[in-house]
C-alpha cells in the first residue's frame, strides 16, 4: 500500500495539553473498561480518575497523543523518577488496534525522556498476555509482580535506556 493510502502513517504523535483531557479520559475509560472486563474490577486507577485529576498529571507531563486528523486516537505518558522514566496509560482507540500505533507511542515516549533518564519502567495486568506480548516485544523485562487491588496482580516490567555510542 502507498504511504499516503495507509491510515497508520498519516497518525502523527504530538504533546498532549490540558485542553485535551476531556478527549482523553473519554478514551481511558473506553480502552481500560476492557481491562477491566478481563479482572471483572471497575476500581483499577485509569476508571477511577476524575477529569479534575486527569487535567493535573496533563500538567505535570509529558503526556503524548496520536492524533488522526481531528481525533485523538491513543495516547501515553512518562512520568520521570530519578533516573526512571515511568511509563503509563499507553491507550490506542479499538478501531486503531493492532496496526502499530502503541509501538510508535511507546518508541516516542522512550526517545524523548530527558538525558537523565537511563531506565524505564511499566506495569501491566498478569492476565493480560496481548500487553505483555507488546511489551517483550519492545524490549522489556519482567523484574517484579505486586498486587494491585484484590482482584489485579500487577507484573512489573524493565528496560535500560541504549546509551549513543
Ligand atoms: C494495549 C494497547 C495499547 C495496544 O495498542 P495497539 O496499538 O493495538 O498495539 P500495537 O499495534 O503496537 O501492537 C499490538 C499487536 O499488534 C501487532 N501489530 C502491529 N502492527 C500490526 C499490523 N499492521 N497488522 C497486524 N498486527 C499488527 C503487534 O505485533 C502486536 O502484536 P502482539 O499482540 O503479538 O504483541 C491497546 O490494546 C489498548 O489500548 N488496550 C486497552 C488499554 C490497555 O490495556 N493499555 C495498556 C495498559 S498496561
Redesign the pocket.
Known amino acids: 500500500m502507498p504511504a499516503e493510502d495507509d491510515p497508520?502513517s498519516q497518525v502523527r504523535v504530538l504533546p498532549a495539553t490540558s485542553a485535551d483531557a476531556g478527549e482523553l479520559l473519554t478514551l481511558q475509560r473506553a480502552?481500560?473498561l476492557?481491562?477491566a472486563q478481563v479482572y471483572g474490577d471497575l476500581s483499577i486507577p485509569?476508571l477511577l480518575e476524575s477529569l479534575e485529576q486527569c487535567v493535573a498529571r496533563l500538567a505535570q507531563g509529558p503526556v503524548w497523543k496520536a492524533v488522526a486528523g481531528s481525533r485523538i486516537v491513543?495516547s501515553v505518558q512518562l512520568g520521570i523518577d530519578g533516573s526512571v522514566g515511568r511509563i503509563?496509560?499507553?491507550?490506542?482507540?479499538?478501531d486503531?488496534?493492532?496496526?502499530?500505533?502503541?509501538?510508535?507511542?511507546?518508541q516516542v515516549a522512550e526517545k524523548t525522556a530527558p538525558a537523565e533518564v537511563t531506565a524505564y519502567e511499566?506495569?501491566?495486568?498478569a492476565e493480560?498476555e496481548?500487553?505483555l506480548?507488546?511489551?517483550?516485544?519492545a524490549g522489556y523485562r519482567e523484574i517484579k509482580r505486586e498486587q494491585q487491588t484484590d482482584k489485579v496482580e500487577l507484573v512489573l516490567l524493565a528496560k535500560r535506556r541504549r546509551t549513543k555510542r
Open positions: 497508520v480502552t481500560f476492557t481491562e485509569p491513543g503509563g496509560r499507553l491507550m490506542v482507540a479499538p486503531w488496534q493492532r496496526q502499530g500505533i502503541a509501538t510508535k507511542l511507546l511499566l506495569s501491566t495486568g493480560s496481548r500487553n506480548q507488546l511489551y517483550r516485544n
